[in-house]
């Protein structure tokens, strides 16, 4: 087979989720449902909490900037396999697909270290009560959060130029329904050793760090309200952190599952898996912020019934 150099590929194909033509209008209706929500959703989540003032704390600024990160996250795969049904096409430019690569690097990697700085947020609050405000401060929330963007947009930008530096084959389907990286690697005709180091070893570092730390805070966070004297102390300390524990289980969970049945079942089978770590989470996330938080439940109920007055 011959191989061509990465300036000649001008296209990916992205072979989706099904080739059955039966099944697309379903696929169709099911996502574009599910993207509409999702923006939906967590566009309120940011409305509510930038109108409500009572929610201008630490936690609720890293749940606006996490609600932001979902509607990026699936606003870089979703449209892009709608209009792909839409015109029955499955094809994909080369920069197209490098940048679909990036944004979902940047995005994912991002949402892994908000969750970990909410996690921070959760432990401080619930283990130094009287010194919250002093260590929350404006200054470290806002430099937590550049500091997320920073490293996850070097991370997206260190993989996206080591790809440039591939040559690719003329079979180039992904059996994906979006530009995933390890795939993308998989098709270069060229030696991709060094791509394949990077990925596991950036990925082993920026992934088992942040899990180590929510881990971490949690067992702090359970060692601290397990020494609260009364039953009701220890519901409402466990309520502070209930629907972030619910959100990192929905997102961590996904993803292990999908990287161990990448592993085990045939590639078009991890596709459908894959769309339980990029899409279901960013979905999910405002139901159980709006569900399990009285809060945020009050400050939806008044944007929601904010009606204009007319005198």
């Known amino acids: 087979m011959a191989s061509e150099n990465q300036t000649g590929v001008e296209a990916f ?14 696929l169709f209706g099911l996502f574009l449902t599910i993207y509409l929500v999702t923006v939906l959703g967590n566009l309120l989540i940011i409305l509510a909490i930038s ?13 606006s900037n996490l609600s932001f990160t979902d509607i990026c996250f699936s606003t870089t ?14 094809s994909i430019t080369y920069t197209g697909c490098l940048t679909q690569v990036c944004f979902v690097l940047m995005f994912a990697g991002l949402e892994n270290f908000l969750l970990a700085a909410m996690a921070y947020d959760r432990y401080v609050a619930i283990c130094y009560p009287l010194r919250y405000t002093v260590i ?21 930008l260190l993989h996206s130029l080591m790809v440039l530096r591939l040559s690719f084959c003329t079979d180039l ?5 979006f530009c995933e990286l390890a795939q993308v690697i998989k098709l270069a005709c060229s030696n991709n050793l060094i791509n394949n180091i990077l990925v596991y070893l950036v990925t082993s570092i920026l992934g088992s760090i ?9 067992i702090k966070i359970i060692s601290s309200i397990l020494r609260i004297p009364s039953a009701d102390g220890i519901y409402k300390a466990f309520s502070t ?21 990448s592993a085990v079942t045939h590639s078009s ?27 945020m439940k009050g400050a939806l109920k008044k944007l929601l019934w904010k009606t204009p007055s007319f005198s």
């Open 210 to 218: 942040p899990l180590l730390g929510i881990i971490f805070s949690y």
């Open 77 to 90: 795969t979703v449209p892009k396999m709608l209009v792909n049904i839409q015109t029955q096409s499955k």
């Open 136 to 156: 929350m401060n404006p200054h470290l929330c806002g430099l937590l959060i550049l500091l997320s963007l920073f490293i996850s947009l070097v991370d997206a």
């Open 241 to 261: 952190c209930g629907s972030h524990l619910s959100v990192v289980f929905l997102f961590y969970g996904t993803a292990f599952g999908v990287y161990i049945s």
């Open 51 to 63: 109108s409500d003032s009572h929610l201008h704390t630490p936690m609720y600024s890293f749940l």
């Open 173 to 177: 389907e992904i059996p994906h329904f």
């Open 269 to 295: 089978k991890v596709a459908a898996a894959s769309v339980m770590y990029t899409v279901v989470p960013p979905m999910m996330n405002p139901f159980i912020y709006s569900l399990r938080n009285r809060d």
């Open 13 to 26: 194909f992205l072979l989706g989720l099904s080739e059955d033509s039966e099944l697309q209008p379903f």
